[in-house]
């Protein structure tokens, strides 16, 4: 079983949906949850991290920890043509020592 | 303010060649992270540098290696290219001070080897 499960789509949504992302994990020592999106041919860009269960609601995006289901999600409000992309969910231990595991990634195609 | 800048952006190299990528870390940064992303995957971690050590290292072999000078800049080299070592290469940097999982990656290098 991978650390880090990320089903890669392409998931196809009409402007204007909400978008549901999600990630499971096997490790319950990960501690701390980030998402990234990536465009075509550029690097992944941070656009959240938490390190507790429970949501953070950043603009028109919200992640969800549940660390006893080992369950992760990124909701995108009023989805837009400019958010199609690879979304990348990631996760570490609270040691600094400790490397980041990367999902495989999610494509995201949000239809004019 | 720059961001992660690396280079080059695109690199054809021939099996068994070796090949050398830079990156300049975030202003304020100290820590430099590579990764590699095969086409369709998430990225891989290879390695972190601080304070010009290597302090985490990646299941890749010794083929890879790297280095990162005083102003916190950083190499990676890769020796007896691969075909499978095609990929694309990102280096992400971050504030030891804050916290080595605010990561900010660079735009990557598109390394091919024919």
């Known amino acids: 079983q991978k650390e880090v499960e990320q089903d890669p789509g392409p998931l196809s949504v009409p402007e204007g949906a909400i978008v549901s992302l999600n990630c499971t994990y096997s490790?319950?020592?990960?501690?701390?949850f980030m998402w990234y999106r990536q465009y075509s041919r550029k690097g992944p860009e941070l656009l959240m991290y938490?390190?507790?269960?429970g949501n953070k609601e950043d603009g028109r995006f919200t992640a969800q920890v549940d660390k006893s289901s080992k369950y992760i999600s990124l909701f995108i409000r009023d989805s837009q043509p400019s958010d199609s992309a690879t979304y990348l969910c990631?996760?570490?231990?609270?040691?600094?020592?400790?490397?980041?595991?990367f999902g495989k990634g999610t494509r995201l195609h949000i239809l004019p | 303010d720059a961001g992660v800048t690396q280079s080059p952006t695109h690199l054809i190299k021939t099996r068994g060649q070796q090949v050398t990528l830079r990156c300049s870390p975030k202003?304020?940064?100290?820590?430099v992270s590579w990764y590699q992303q095969a086409l369709g995957q998430g990225p891989q971690f290879i390695f972190q540098?601080?304070?010009?050590?290597?302090?985490q290292r990646g299941n890749f072999p010794d083929r890879f290696s790297g280095h990162q000078f005083p102003n916190y800049s950083s190499e990676l080299n890769v020796n007896a290219l691969l075909l499978g070592d095609s990929a694309l290469y990102l280096c992400?940097?971050?504030?030891?001070?804050?916290?080595?999982?605010?990561?900010?990656f660079g735009p990557g290098t598109r390394l091919t080897v024919t």
């Open positions: 490790n319950s020592a990960f501690q701390y």
């Open positions: 540098y601080y304070e010009e050590e290597e302090r």
């Open positions: 202003s304020g940064h100290d820590t």
């Open positions: 938490t390190y507790s269960s």
């Open positions: 990631a996760m570490g231990i609270l040691n600094r020592d400790d490397k980041i595991i």
């Open positions: 992400a940097s971050s504030s030891n001070r804050v916290s080595s999982y605010e990561q900010y």
